[in-house]
Nanobody, 125 residues
Framework: QAQLVESGGGLVQTGDSLELSCAAS????????MGWCRQAPGKEREFVGS????????YYADSVKGRFTISRDGAEGRLYLHMGSLTPEDTAVYYC??????????????????WGKGTQVTVSS
């Protein structure tokens, strides 16, 4: 069993930046990738971005490309999501997620087997 705990959410204004952090502990050795998804009110959960452990490759959703950056501190078992140029459309609960090696595309939320409880990000206009 692995534990993923997000932190860093909050209320910001349009154009602001915010950084989320995810602390991973427990049985994380089976994970192939680790990343972020989000769910806005009334919408389905969607992929934001993810990194593959053994290659270091990072993938982003088109909606956040160029504004959001994922980084990882392997020594501390932490994953970060730096969000810039935030807009009200980025308002959502952000989840840290990790998944095993599979044939499921990394952009699919079903690729992730373990989830944190989420942290709220609200962007005011």
């Amino acid at each position: 069993q692995a534990q993923l705990v997000e932190s860093g959410g909050g209320l910001v204004q349009t154009g602001d930046s915010l950084e989320l952090s995810c602390a991973a502990s427990g049985n994380t050795f089976r994970f192939w990738n680790m990343g972020w998804c989000r769910q806005a009110p009334g919408k389905e959960r969607e992929f934001v971005g993810s990194t593959v452990y053994n290659t270091g490759a990072i993938y982003y959703a088109d909606s956040v490309k160029g504004r959001f950056t994922i980084s990882r501190d392997g020594a501390e078992g932490r994953l970060y999501l730096h969000m810039g140029s935030l807009t009200p459309e980025d308002t959502a609960v952000y989840y840290c997620a990790a998944g095993p090696l599979s044939t499921t595309p990394i952009e699919a939320t079903r690729a992730y087997s373990d989830w944190g409880k989420g942290t709220q990000v609200t962007v005011s206009s």
